[in-house]
Each structure stands twice: as structure tokens, then as C-alpha cells.
């Protein structure tokens, strides 16, 4: 079986990727013809609509102790709602990401954000902790999928050379909201209760919905091809095409690709992938010990360090700072990388012939910027949890968590890259999967978390984590030798 996915690959990577198409700028645009600033204004719409998924997650933290006293419920009982959303955020976009991959990135877009808007409402209108759990899984089910359709999305307009920088930019807005989450929720919840932090992000994501209805638009390329194809039906249109008018062709689908049956089983055979696998499970392990950071951060400083609920939020600067930093270096680095690869590969095989050819390895491409990340974020992990339990200065504290941080950014942007590289085809899809590994290893860590702090300390808690870490990426090197 994993020899059929392998062939998969490299059949997806024959008819859809076109690496001759990638060497300059004149065949890069006949890969998409929108200019660099028109992608780049597309992607920030994508990070804009992706940011609320991580922001309800983090912007929740800050509140979590008003919440058990209005709902009567001890901080065990309150975390269930912070895992039943990380449960539904990482399952519902492996069924969804195949409908985006069939009829469309922009449906997919504007159903989940109108979806998201009116579950935001209901929240801000709970009476009972039953309601407040059913009603996050809701939230959760129609904004996560957003996350990897914008990678898809990406992926329809970006070559190889490029991708790096614009998946990097996606993640970078995506997972600011996990890190400034935090700050935004304290301001809210100290100046509006709770409630509050659900109007917002319902007026919030309604605004993005605007955006997206007039200016995003359909760049499935099995439905448009390189954009120049005016789509047929009328929820793939937008307003925007208005502005692309003089590139658009008349519609005869000479860009445009086969569109495969819809299959929900797309991601679960990506899974079959031993190698994309075990990677998916280092790049959840890592985003599992981030996560329990965040909520460590919201509950340890309040009890320990007695830290009002401004001066909690504060302190989310230093992740939020950290998503900042790694969205920018990594999607550099990793184009950087590509590019100075890729011309070494080109000049070992320039007197070879096509069957000479040594398979060029997009793997280890890929993943050699996450070595050093991978790293520093076992050590601060270790750091983060030794200082907090023993109550030091707050300094290293939010270094730590800064440099965890960071670390978890860019090795996300690495594998989102890869899988968008593997399966440019079916790239929503691809990226669900990693979508499912980082929440669902998410939400079992922020589950065990209260648990495990008693029994082992937070100490004992984030240095476990570090070695779980340490032996994936471990296993992952091994395998990629």
C-alpha cells in the first residue's frame, strides 16, 4: 500500500507540478497570472480568515477562570472545552478538505466562515456549560477547515521556488492569533466578561467574510486552471474577477485539469504514507507541548505568580512575538534552501540523461530548515517547565516560550511546504492531515495536562514532552538518511 501512495506521488507530482515551469519568472507566471503583489494580497485575505481558528482556541485561555466560576465547574471539568475544540478542529477538515479539492477553495471559505460567525453569536448567549461544550465543537467544525483549504490555495498559485515564503506567511497569520490570543482574550474578558471574547469574534470574522466574498477568488486548478479560466458556476465566481478581466480567457479549460470524483478517503490514504506519517507525528508532538505551554501560561501565572488577568495577557507578547518571527525566517529560509538545492541537483545531472537522473529529494529539501528548530525547542520546552514550577523570575519564563515558539512555527512551516510539494493535487487534503495530527496530539496533551502536573510536576510534565520529541525527530532523521 505505501508503494501505491509513493507512485500516487510521483504521478500527482508529473501532471501537476511542472518543475521546468519553475526556473523564471516568465514561465512562473504562466503558472498563475496573478503578480506577486496580487498573491501576496490574496494570502493575507487567507491568514486574515485561517487567524480565527487559532485565535478561539488562545483567546479562550485567559477566561478559563471566570468560566469555572460562572459555570460552577473546577478547572479539570473547563478544560474539557478546550479539548473537544481541539478534537473538532483537527477532524472535521480531513472530510472537508476533499470537498475543497473538488468544488472549490471559495465555497469551502464562505460556507465556514458564515457557519463560524453565527456559532461566535450563540456562544455569547450561553446560559449552561452543556451549551457552551456542543456550541465550541460547532466552532470548531466550521472554522478549522479554512486552515488547510488556505494552504491549498497556495498551493494553486505558488511554484516550488516561491511556496516556501507564502506558506510561511499563512502560518505566520494563522498561528499569530494562537500567540496574541492570549492578550486580546485578557483585554476582553477584564473589560467585557466573556462574553465579550465571542462578540468579537463574531464581528471580527464577519468582516473578514466581507473581505473574502468580494476579493478572494476560485483558484482550484482543476476548476481554473492558472486563473485564466472563468469558472462555470456561479459560487466560484467573484467580484474579483472584475479586476482580472484583460487576463481571462474565454473559458475553454485549456489551463484546467481533470477534476477527480470526491473521495472523504483522500487524507486517510496520504496517512498510509509511512514517511508523511511519522513526520505528521514529530510536527504534533512538538505543536502538543505549544499548546500545553499556552495553557500553563494562562492557569501557573495566576496561581503561582498571583499575575492579574492583564498581567497574564501581557505575557502572551512573548509567543506571540515568537509566531511573528518564525513565519518570516522560515518561509525565507526554506525558498532560500529550495533554490540553492535545486540548482546543486541541476548541476549534477546537466550531462546526464533523463533516466541517469538520481531522483531529486524534496524531503530532505524540505525538512533540513526544521533540524536546528526542532532542537531548540526540546531545550526550552525543558527550560520553560523547570522555571515555572520552581517559580522564577518571569523572564525566562517568556523566553522560553518565545523560543518554543518559534520553533514550533517554523517546523510547521516546513511540513505544511512538503505536503503541499507531495500532493499539489489534492494540497487541502494534505494539509488536513497535519491539521489532524497537531490537534488531536493537542487536545490529548491539554487533556492530561492537570493530571500530569500534579503527579509529575511541570517540570517532570514539559521535560517528558521534550523527550517524546527528541525520539520522533529522531526516528524521523534516521529514516531520511
Not at 501512495?5 to 507540478?17: F, H, I, L, P
Not at 473521495?263 to 510536527?283: E, R
Not at 493537542?442 to 510534565?461: D, F, P, S
Request: glycine share 8%; charged share 15%.
Amino acid at each position: 500500500m505505501d508503494k501505491d501512495v509513493e507512485k500516487d506521488v510521483e504521478k500527482q507530482n508529473s501532471s501537476n507540478e511542472h518543475d521546468d515551469a519553475e526556473k523564471t519568472a516568465e514561465q512562473d507566471t504562466e503558472y498563475c497570472i496573478l503578480t506577486s503583489l496580487e498573491k501576496t494580497g490574496i494570502v493575507i485575505i487567507l491568514g486574515l480568515t485561517a487567524l480565527w481558528s487559532t485565535l478561539s482556541s488562545s483567546i479562550y485561555f485567559p477566561a478559563l477562570p471566570s468560566l469555572s466560576k460562572d459555570f460552577d465547574a473546577d478547572p479539570g471539568l473547563m478544560n474539557v472545552s478546550v479539548v473537544v475544540y481541539l478534537i473538532c478542529q483537527g477532524m472535521v477538515p480531513t472530510f472537508f478538505g476533499p470537498v475543497a479539492d473538488s468544488f472549490g477553495r471559495r465555497p469551502s471559505i464562505l460556507f465556514c466562515l458564515s457557519g463560524y460567525v453565527a456559532i461566535c453569536a450563540g456562544l455569547s448567549k450561553c446560559k449552561y456549560f452543556w451549551q457552551l461544550v456542543v456550541l465550541r465543537c460547532f466552532q470548531a467544525a466550521f472554522i478549522a477547515p479554512t486552515v488547510s483549504i488556505g494552504f491549498g490555495v497556495v498551493g494553486d498559485m505558488c511554484t516550488r521556488q516561491t511556496r516556501g515564503s507564502y506558506v510561511g506567511y499563512v502560518s505566520g497569520i494563522t498561528i499569530s492569533g494562537q500567540g496574541f490570543g492570549g492578550l486580546i482574550g485578557a483585554g476582553l474578558a477584564n473589560r467585557f466578561s466573556w462574553r465579550g471574547i465571542f462578540v468579537f469574534t463574531s464581528i471580527g470574522s464577519g468582516c473578514v467574510l466581507v473581505l473574502n466574498f468580494f476579493f478572494l477568488p476560485e483558484t482550484n486548478r482543476k476548476l481554473v486552471g492558472n486563473l485564466s479560466v472563468i469558472p462555470k458556476r456561479v459560487w466560484n465566481k467573484s467580484p474579483a474577477l472584475l479586476l482580472l478581466r484583460d487576463r481571462l480567457t474565454k473559458g475553454n479549460g485549456q489551463y484546467t485539469q481533470s477534476i477527480s470524483r470526491l473521495s472523504f478517503f483522500t487524507p486517510f490514504k496520504i496517512l498510509l504514507n509511512f514517511k508523511v506519517f511519522l513526520i505528521l507525528v514529530a510536527c504534533g508532538l512538538q505543536f502538543a507541548t505549544f499548546t500545553m505551554m499556552l495553557t500553563s501560561l494562562s492557569t501557573t501565572l495566576q496561581s503561582k505568580y498571583n499575575y492579574t488577568i492583564i498581567d497574564v495577557g501581557l505575557c502572551y507578547l512573548a509567543p506571540g512575538m515568537g509566531t511573528v518571527c518564525g513565519s518570516v525566517s522560515s518561509g525565507k529560509i526554506l525558498d532560500w534552501l529550495f533554490k540553492r538545492r535545486k540548482a546543486a541537483y541541476d548541476q549534477l545531472c546537466m550531462n546526464l540523461e533523463e533516466h541517469e537522473k538520481p531522483k531529486f529529494d524534496i524531503y530532505k529539501v524540505r525538512l533540513e530548515a526544521s533540524y536546528i528548530p526542532s532542537i531548540l525547542g526540546i531545550c526550552a520546552s525543558v527550560v520553560f517547565g523547570w522555571c515555572i514550577q520552581n517559580r522564577v523570575n518571569v523572564a525566562p519564563v517568556l523566553i522560553a516560550a518565545f523560543i518554543l515558539t518559534f520553533c514550533t512555527i517554523c517546523i510547521m512551516s516546513c511540513l505544511t511546504t512538503l505536503l503541499v510539494d507531495l500532493y499539489p493535487g489534492d494540497s487541502s487534503s494534505s494539509t488536513s492531515c497535519m491539521n489532524l495530527s497537531r490537534c488531536l496530539l493537542g487536545a490529548a496533551g491539554v487533556g492530561a495536562l492537570n493530571r500530569l502536573v500534579q503527579v509529575m510536576g511541570e517540570g517532570g510534565c514539559y521535560t517528558m514532552m521534550a523527550g517524546f520529541c527528541f525520539v520522533s525527530n529522531v526516528f524521523v532523521y534516521l529514516l531520511l538518511r
